[in-house]
């Protein structure tokens, strides 16, 4: 069985950072995974933030986090990171981690929660003005 574990999340200030992480189990080693992070906030759809292909290391971004957040996987592929750099209020949210396994992340819909099989439980992120 598959299991996902966020943390790293917290309270910044603006123009903060923070670094999240998505510890994975469960998966056999040869197997392709779609990971993602996701975000909600109060009253808010959920909202793909950031997406990485365990196979080839392929990264997607929202547009509202392109410069600001990377997404990455260590060696093992077993974790996935997302550093948050110049945080503003607008991402404060309760951010998720999804994983799929599939042959590489759909470029057209990897944002969409539909996708994927598996979350976490979930991290929340503060960031004040």
């Known amino acids: 069985q598959v299991h996902l574990v966020e943390s790293g999340g917290g309270s910044v200030q603006a123009g903060g950072s923070l670094r999240l992480a998505c510890a994975a189990s469960?998966?056999?080693?040869?197997?392709?995974?779609?990971v993602a992070w996701f975000r909600q906030a109060p009253g808010k759809e959920r909202e793909g933030v950031a997406g990485i292909y365990s196979g080839t290391g392929s990264a997607y971004y929202a547009d509202s986090v392109k410069g600001r957040f990377t997404i990455s996987q260590n060696t093992p592929k077993t974790a996935t990171f997302l550093q948050m750099n110049s945080l503003q209020p607008e991402d404060t949210a309760m951010y998720y981690c999804a994983s799929v396994p599939r042959p590489g992340c759909p470029s057209d819909s990897w944002w969409m929660p539909s996708q994927y099989v598996t979350w976490g439980q979930g991290t929340q992120v503060t960031v004040s003005s």
């Open positions: 469960g998966y056999r080693y040869y197997v392709g995974i779609c």
